[in-house]
């Protein structure tokens, strides 16, 4: 059975740090006094406020910095000398789940939000803004399952065949990351259209999305295939790119051959194929160096199998 613990690691895949954010940003300029500052902060109830000098991001001062402003006992200073320049920020379009990992590394209590095209600041993020926003789309998504009526049983039971598979596939492209991340939500909504069981969709997001990143991250591009019936889905990515010398390796937690600047952006954390593995009944990784890489997963869709988990060394 599915937990609530279970939906939120879902959400948290599938929620983008746009979703729930504050877009409504109390902001101060470079120029502007402390004081002003002090009085924005007040009227307001907030801690940090970002520093914006036209539409783009020049600081950000919190709470801390008024207070050693105070506490010097200076004059008609201005926010620039005060002000923490180059701040950690979050793109809008990364998932919510490195925002999280992101307060988990810098303990820090806001982070400016930017548009990762134009560069300009769209709104500021906190850890009560990621609770609220991921409890709210928890209500909307329970809401409706309630009212959904249609199961995966009918759609196949429906139709006259030996047997049926529904196919769906997809174009990836590598180093996209403004789309990254869209053949799995698009295949987690069709999958909740045929009425799958809520833990086998979890679980299909969470793998395929991984995969995705990986193709997205470390590849020029590839192909993701969806195929599901009523005994399981099945999902085979492969992908055009310099292929994994050591599997063993790449399948251990924490480790990465990402890039700096892919790790700057919330990406390649080393975790990906471990939580493949842990949300798939079976799983299989073909790789050839300079070539590419061949993932394929199943997860057990069928009544008979939902109590049983496969053996993954146990699969010839």
């Known amino acids: 059975m599915e937990t609530r613990l279970d939906k939120t690691l879902e959400i948290l895949f599938e929620l983008k740090v746009g979703d729930a954010?504050?877009?409504?940003?109390?902001?101060?300029?470079?120029?502007?006094?402390?004081?002003?500052?002090?009085?924005?902060m007040s009227i307001h109830r907030i801690s940090g406020v970002p520093v914006v000098e036209g539409k783009?991001?020049?600081?950000?001062?919190?709470?801390?910095?008024?207070?050693?402003?105070?506490?010097?006992?200076?004059?008609?200073?201005?926010?620039?000398?005060?002000?923490v320049k180059d701040p950690q920020c979050l793109y809008a379009d990364q998932p919510l789940i490195h925002a999280i990992k992101r307060f988990d590394q810098l303990r820090f209590g806001r982070f400016p939000v930017l548009d990762r095209e134009s560069g300009e600041l769209v709104g500021i993020i906190t850890n009560g803004d990621i609770i609220l926003g991921?409890?709210?789309?928890?209500e909307q998504d329970y809401n409706e399952e309630e009212v959904r009526q249609y199961r995966a049983s009918h759609f196949f039971e429906d139709i006259n065949a030996d047997h049926l598979d529904l196919t769906l596939a997809f174009i990836i492209s590598g180093k996209d990351f403004d789309h990254a991340g869209r053949a799995s939500t698009t295949m987690k909504k069709n999958l909740k259209r045929l009425g799958l069981q809520p833990d086998i969709i979890r679980r299909a997001a969470?793998?395929?999305?991984?995969?995705?990143?990986?193709?997205?991250?470390y590849t020029d591009g590839g192909t993701m295939k969806f195929t599901v019936n009523d005994e399981k889905l099945t999902i085979i990515v492969k992908?055009?790119?310099?292929?994994?010398?050591?599997?063993?390796?790449?399948?251990?937690?924490?480790?990465?051959?990402?890039?700096?600047?892919?790790?700057?952006?919330?990406?390649?954390?080393?975790?990906?194929?471990?939580?493949i593995k842990k949300c798939s009944d079976f799983m299989d990784l073909q790789s050839v160096v300079g070539e590419g890489t061949?993932?394929?997963?199943?997860?057990?869709?069928g009544?008979?199998?939902?109590?049983?988990r496969i053996n993954p060394e146990a699969r010839s």
């Open 21 to 40: 954010m504050k877009k409504d940003v109390v902001t101060v300029g470079p120029d502007d006094s402390m004081g002003k500052l002090n009085e924005e």
């Open 56 to 83: 783009k991001l020049a600081g950000i001062i919190s709470i801390s910095d008024l207070i050693a402003w105070l506490t010097a006992g200076v004059k008609d200073s201005k926010v620039r000398e005060w002000m």
């Open 134 to 138: 991921t409890l709210k789309k928890l």
């Open 206 to 217: 969470i793998a395929s999305y991984e995969a995705e990143m990986n193709v997205v991250i």
């Open 239 to 275: 992908d055009r790119g310099p292929g994994i010398e050591n599997i063993e390796l790449a399948m251990q937690e924490g480790y990465t051959t990402a890039e700096p600047w892919v790790r700057e952006l919330g990406f390649g954390a080393g975790m990906g194929l471990p939580n």
């Open 294 to 301: 061949t993932l394929k997963i199943e997860i057990m869709t």
């Open 303 to 308: 009544v008979h199998n939902e109590t049983k």
